[in-house]
């Protein structure tokens, strides 16, 4: 037996193909932390069997990467991640089998093979859509257009660091309050539905440090209309992908990956 | 002093009960952690209400992330899950800020499963596995709108019921219940749920009393109503006695004789939450007989009943196919004693060599054997740490507590263990056991240096590092230490306080020992209600009233307020504190719990505590003549132990990766 411990000679097979998967936080199980979805994505991967390649050293880990996750309690129908395996697998088939694995509510949407670009460097802005009583429409209406004309809007977030202060108004590149017909209009997979009546507030997002959560979009609101604008009753992300500024649309970030694939 | 008013159904009105979560649900974004409260956990089962007859709320009395890989709920989840017509869900003990939104919206205490309210199920079964755990019980029956005292229960409160080892003494907590039992619990939960089935169908005659009567006449269900305490004007007890016939003097605990038959948890709970045990644990066998005399787990839960190396082998590979999990515990109290260990050892790391399968065997004695098993199962992963409890620190501490191992021992274990590339051992020790002085205690700083020494010289390196970790003894009901006086907390405080002076002065080897250990006084109150009679009760019930939640937590727990506490509440009593903690019991005292039978001989369990102050050691009763600690012949059980000669097969469909 050696004396000075040295990493086990595991056989460490290397990446052959790296996956990139759009996944949901849905009902419940959006009040799942991003650590606690790590810890489940691992698991579902054991279960289906997966080939997934894991780093190399005393303590391996499972090679997944994650970009712009979502707060908790906020669901989202746009989360990112990316899978290295060591041996290659049909995309769908890793859709379908992940899923599977997967609890009802988190949900594996859409599994491409990834082309050379980053990731994360895709993922420039959200579209967020925050469900609220519509009592209260016309305040948050009323509310948006100031946040709107405001140049600078700061607001404090409670972090583990304690108190932090800075500005979304930045961020913000787009905020309308309509009627939930008008939102959902066209959308096939309607997953939720609105047990009272409520109007959707729609705003886009663009990603700088920290990231403009929903909350901090409502404290905003609160801190420039000086209302006491209602609790939300869900927040939704969209849309997470390339800001567009010319159209002012946020863009697919696996569009480069399946056309790699196409013309590959 | 219930804090709802509660319009539920009857017992035996088998009504529709309605899930809380739509009321819960807005409400999750305002407290921390909100998985905690949300269920849905892989392997969790959510039954139709109405069709089934017999409803069980288990409850863990701590945090969710410590409660859910409890491994006794979640086998007596599955075990009554198993049978169509019973329906078990689980509750924890809610956080104080989810406690808080909990009272303002008026929401009851539910379970995590169909977020149901505690209230309406038949019955709460209770599972403590420690007694700091009494405060959060009356949280959870306040929030339930269930009255706190048992007395003041209708047939439309849930019958609550605790077990776990805690309910062996159940005494300062008899008031707030309806029943405890003792022991395994796999076959008795059933046959309460047959009696409740009886009755129910029955139509529930007699109402609460009689169905509390049926279980009491059992012999293995304890009713602390039907039983009368007596004191003498000094304080002690003068006597318990049952208070109506057809109730036994005595009631029994519950042993599970085969567990081959009962490989549960087949189906292990597989959080979304993160939780203090992330791996998927099978236990390989029940009970010990090495005959620590400090160690509670050791005398009530003989004799030693072992899994088979088969067994073992199909739960690790079904419970990892289940949850995902990529570590499996291999638990027991010593699990180095199994009787082929080696070949379950051996047999799992060739199974899942390659895979990124990891064992551990999280409980070790001191001896090279053991190194040979953790090279075994850590021939896949990392070698960081070893951890072995020589518990006292100098040779004549370990024979008072019978831990017989030798300081040749430790150091030749130590030196194999470093030898083999480990690179971190951690010695596991208690102060303030009995007879103990300070030099036993600064035994621990020669050892650990001794340690040191011979790692630097097996390994070459200078890197060697040892930590020392000190927990408080507490003395236990049905030990040989029920009758020893507890240490005061000033004396163990004083004596960690000079251990740490003497490694911190150490210039050769202090750098590398590490200490850790907390604070005398929560042992104190432990002790208090470790060995506490019924008039406990009303300290319980006064620290919760007075804010005392999460006991276990130090930065919940408040020694002044347990302390001010028992001075009010026992201030009429010829009792206090002290009386029950640091003082000494002789033999012919009735103690609080000698009408709950562990199957121990009491008389044995005195010659053994007068032989531990005769630093007189016994052996263990596996490898060595009986020596009559009474369980065997009273419970009509055997010590159930291999070899087999059987041996783990490889399998195919191991995933490798």
């Known amino acids: 037996m050696s004396r000075t411990p040295t990493p086990p000679d595991r056989h460490t097979p290397p990446t052959v193909q790296r996956l990139r998967l759009r996944y949901s936080k849905r009902g419940r199980l959006r009040f799942t932390s991003h650590r606690d979805f790590q810890r489940a994505l691992e698991r579902a991967i054991r279960r289906a069997g997966l080939p997934i390649a894991y780093s190399a050293g005393f303590s391996p880990h499972p090679k997944i990467s994650y970009a712009g996750a979502a707060p908790t309690g906020a669901a989202s129908e746009a989360e990112y991640a990316e899978l290295g395996l060591s041996a290659r697998r049909e995309p769908e088939a890793v859709r379908v089998e992940l899923d599977a694995a997967l609890p009802d509510g988190l949900d594996i949407l859409e599994v491409v093979e990834a082309s050379g670009s980053s990731l994360a460097d895709q993922l420039e802005a959200s579209t967020w859509e925050i469900v609220v009583p519509a009592t209260a429409q016309a305040e948050f209406a009323a509310a948006a257009s100031t946040l709107l004309s405001t140049g600078s809007v700061e607001v404090e977030r409670l972090t583990k660091n304690g108190r932090r202060v800075f500005d979304i108004r930045g961020s913000v590149v787009r905020l309308e309050v309509h009627d939930p017909d008008v939102v959902t209009a066209g959308r096939t997979n309607a997953s939720e539905g609105f047990s009272e009546p409520c109007a959707i507030l729609q705003v886009v997002v663009r990603h700088g440090t920290p990231a403009v959560r929903p909350d901090d979009v409502l404290a905003g609101l609160r801190l420039v209309s000086g209302l006491e604008l209602p609790r939300p009753l869900r927040a939704t992300r969209r849309e997470q992908g390339p800001w567009d500024a010319e159209c002012g649309t946020v863009g697919d970030p696996l569009a480069p990956d399946r056309d790699a694939a196409v013309t590959g | ?657």
Not at chain 2, 82 to 109: C, F, G, N, S
Not at chain 2, 233 to 260: C, E, F, Q, Y
Not at chain 2, 397 to 414: A, F, S
């Open chain 2, 1 to 657: 002093m219930p804090f709802f008013t509660r319009t539920r159904p009857k017992v035996y009105d088998d009504m529709a009960v309605e899930s809380l979560f739509p009321r819960l649900e807005p409400l999750l974004p305002l407290v921390q952690k909100p998985i905690q409260y949300v269920g849905g956990e892989l392997n969790s089962t959510v039954k139709d209400w109405d069709a089934t007859r017999v409803r069980w709320a288990l409850m863990y009395p701590d945090a969710y992330e410590v409660g859910l890989p409890n491994q006794g709920v979640q086998i007596l989840y599955e075990v009554l899950n198993e049978r169509d017509w019973i329906l078990a869900e689980r509750t924890y003990a809610v956080w104080p800020d989810m406690e808080k939104v909990l009272r303002e919206h008026e929401i009851p205490q539910f379970t995590v499963d169909g977020h149901r309210p505690v209230g309406a199920f038949d019955v709460l079964g209770v599972s403590f596995a420690t007694e700091l755990g009494y405060t959060n019980l009356l949280t959870a029956l306040d929030l339930a709108g269930i009255p706190l005292e048992a007395r003041d229960r209708t047939d439309e409160h849930p019958i609550v019921l605790a077990g776990g080892h805690s309910a062996f003494n159940p005494e300062p907590i008899a008031d707030f219940l309806d029943a405890a039992v003792l022991g395994d619990g796999e076959e008795i939960v059933l046959a309460i749920s047959e009696v409740i089935r009886e009755w129910k169908d029955e139509g529930c005659p007699g109402g609460r009393d009689e169905l509390l009567m049926r279980l009491a006449a059992s012999g293995g269900v304890y009713v602390p109503r039907f039983y009368d305490v007596e004191y003498l004007p000094d304080g002690r007890i003068k006597r318990v006695a049952p208070n109506r016939s057809g109730v036994p003097w005595r009631v029994v605990k519950h042993t599970l004789m085969d567990l081959d038959q009962w490989p549960y948890p087949k189906k292990p709970l597989v959080p979304l939450a993160e939780t203090v045990h992330e791996r998927f644990s099978v236990e390989i066998f029940r009970g010990c007989t090495r005959g620590c005399r400090f160690c509670q787990a050791g005398m009530i839960t003989r004799p030693v009943r072992e899994r088979s190396i088969t067994t073992i082998g199909d739960m690790v590979r079904s419970g990892i196919d289940a949850s995902g999990f990529e570590e499996v515990g291999l638990l027991s109290l010593s699990s180095a004693d199994h009787s082929e260990i080696g070949e379950v050892a051996k047999g799992l790391a060739d199974r899942y060599d390659g895979s990124n399968v990891s064992l551990s065997l999280p409980s070790t004695r001191v001896d090279a054997f053991n190194i040979t098993l953790a090279n075994e199962l850590s021939r896949n992963g990392r070698r960081s740490g070893l951890t072995f409890a020589p518990e006292g620190g100098s040779e004549r501490m370990r024979k008072v507590i019978n831990k017989m191992v030798t300081e040749e021992d430790l150091i030749r274990t130590v030196a194999t263990a470093y030898a083999n590339g480990w690179r971190q051992v951690k010695l596991y020790f208690m102060c303030g056991l009995p007879t103990e002085t300070d030099e036993d205690v600064l035994a621990i700083a020669d050892l650990a240096r001794k340690v040191i020494a011979t790692g630097r010289e097996v390994s070459g390196r200078r890197d060697i590092r040892c930590t020392v970790s000190i927990g408080g003894f507490v003395p236990k009901p049905h030990t040989p230490f029920q009758w020893a006086g507890q240490a005061a907390w000033e004396t163990v405080d004083e004596r960690l306080a000079k251990l740490r002076k003497a490694i911190r002065a150490d210039r050769e080897y202090g750098r590398a020992i590490g200490l850790r250990y907390h604070d005398g006084q929560p042992s104190v109150i432990e002790g208090l209600l470790s060995r506490g009679d019924r008039r406990v009760g009303r300290v319980i019930r006064a620290v919760w009233a007075a804010g005392g939640r999460f006991d276990g937590w130090s930065e919940h727990f408040s020694y002044d307020r347990w302390v001010k506490a028992a001075g009010e509440a026992l201030a009429e009593e010829p009792v206090d504190l002290d009386w029950y903690t640091i003082r000494d019991r002789d033999a012919a005292e009735v103690l609080p719990w000698d009408h709950l039978d562990a199957g121990l001989d009491r008389e044995w369990l005195w010659e053994d505590w007068q032989d531990a102050l005769d630093e007189v050691e016994v052996e263990d009763c596996r490898w060595t003549p009986c020596y009559d600690c009474g369980v065997c012949p009273q419970m009509g059980t055997e010590i159930q132990i291999g070899p087999t000669g059987q041996k783990l097969l490889p399998i195919a469909a191991v995933s490798h990766s």
